[in-house]
DNA sequence: CTGAAAGCGCTTACAG
DNA sequence: CTGAAAGCGCTTACAG
């Protein structure tokens, strides 16, 4: 019904051989059969289809972006738009294509990886995430297909691809503002422990703790799975002890909004009483009352980063693997003072 | 390199058109036939390549998905990543794949359209947004290729695909509500005019005014483009004005928080002093100081059902078109009060 | 500079 | 119940 290659083969009297060869531009045929051609292709309507062309090429120009539970926080964090946004700039600027995964549980979306890549529908896969024994980062390795993710792999991190903030370092960085500010109870309210994020963070937490000769108490350290369901008591809890800190390092914005909700509940006023600081730094957190002290991760250009690592591959073959240190930096706002 | 039918067919010693029929299931195939064929797929590892099945069923299970400036505020704005969530959750669910569009403006993403199309590498598509003069939409309209649109389309509404909320209905409503605490004098923040979101609702405003007999004062309306850029000043100078409003609508929560901004920077306190009111009710409204009042406009259904829409016109062969008005409701919080 | 032929990996009438 | 053949719409050696 559509339009083939043959039926303007036919009408401009040349071979579809040609034709395709003037879809690619070839320097091989004269100028005045391409004007012929690309005449005819004009009247007709043509236009390639890449299904043909790409089963021929064996390539597909797309890029499966992979995120991690499409049911849950990953949509609701801003974080997700942002790291789009900075692999759509690349991935347009290369003429790739972004197949999005839609799965909601572990498994539908190994069976989306696989599909993708098994079925030839994506030259190279960008994990949105990295966590900790992750079968899909595994299938990878083990299938050679070409990948980049967004955050340090938990093992084999010479040999993958990858983009990251120094996530210890702004986190003792961060750690050690409040150190600076006279606080000296600090809390950590952290994220899934299986991901790698979430490790670095509460790392340079303790690093910078411990250069200060305060000694890590359990006690203030909340990570996401130890109080799931359970948030509000246990930061609660934490803060009604008569040792409660005066200070908290959250892993991510959308955390420290809750966190304070948790805190007004208790008559407790931030930063009066109350200092507290989030991450990845979202658009809203200038806007709260006290606006938020917040990381900037710079999300963006780690969704660009990871594109180009993938092209990289995918493009030039690239053998070693690549790696950008994307830079983080705090930025002071309201939430934040003496103890 | 990649296993295919013919290797199957080969160590199976049956016909690749006998492997292909049990990969669908063929009842015509005997038990012990198929048996045989998926115990050597298994061995071999065999994986259809669905790009040559594309090819020949002339379908690709897959749809794409348009956004309309992916460089500005479509990504900043939560709506995104939600209403996606709503078309993955619909479309993994009838196994179709999500292509997005990477362009960044109105040109490249209209070319990208038509390669997605007429290269055949999606089956339907479905616009995030509606507005008037659109190209795009018009080119899928002429070319009859299966789309919905989330938003009212701006002409043949009858015989478009499209989810909506009754925007008109609740942006009266929001109006009333303010009417009925005692306020007169409310203005309104609109959005993009060539958008139709923002038209309707503008459009409930001047109608819930006009019902209780408060003249519409063009004042006090502030449109984005007829402000952008000088947001901060032009609301300020109304603020400022000896008659200013006592309540705002803004068009959207983003567009609140800019506002309460403004407010805040001109010592006026919400909602002491002005009431204020936002819509699409980002995860983040109840966070602020005060918790905002906002529209809930189902942001996730609006997706869902925008997927729906189209697959039924894909996969039913649907000629009538289908419409889906998506419940929105005023959600009161701490932004309001009498004047 | 151009064409005939083979092939990418699948599906599907048609025939038996 | 199974196979041989044609074909989906392209590309690309090979030959001239």
Known sequence: MAVTIKDVAKQANVSPSTVSRVIADNSRISPKTKQKVREVMETLGYYPNFQARNLVIQKSRTLGVIMENSAQLAFQNPFFPEVLRGISAFAHESKFGLYLSTGSTEEEIFEEVVSMTLGRQVDGIILLYSKINDRIMEYLQSNEIPFSVVGRPYKDAETINYVDNDNIGIAAEVTNYLIGLGHR???????????????????????A???????????????????????????QNMMKS????????????????EVIGYLRDLGLRVPEDVSIIGFNNHTLSEHLKPPLSSVDISICELGSRAAELVLAQIEGGQEEAGRFTVPARLIERGSCQRP
Chains 1, 2 share one sequence.
């Open 185 to 207: 109870r600090i809390a950590f309210v952290g994220g899934d422990p299986d991901h790698i994020v979430s490790l670095d963070r509460l790392e340079g937490y303790r690093r």
């Open 209 to 235: 703790l411990a250069k200060a000769g305060i000694a890590v108490d359990s006690r203030y350290i909340a990570e996401k799975n130890l109080i799931s369901g359970q948030e509000g008591p246990a930061i």
């Open 242 to 257: 008569s040792v409660s800190p005066t200070a908290i390092v959250t892993h991510d914005d959308l955390v420290a909004y």
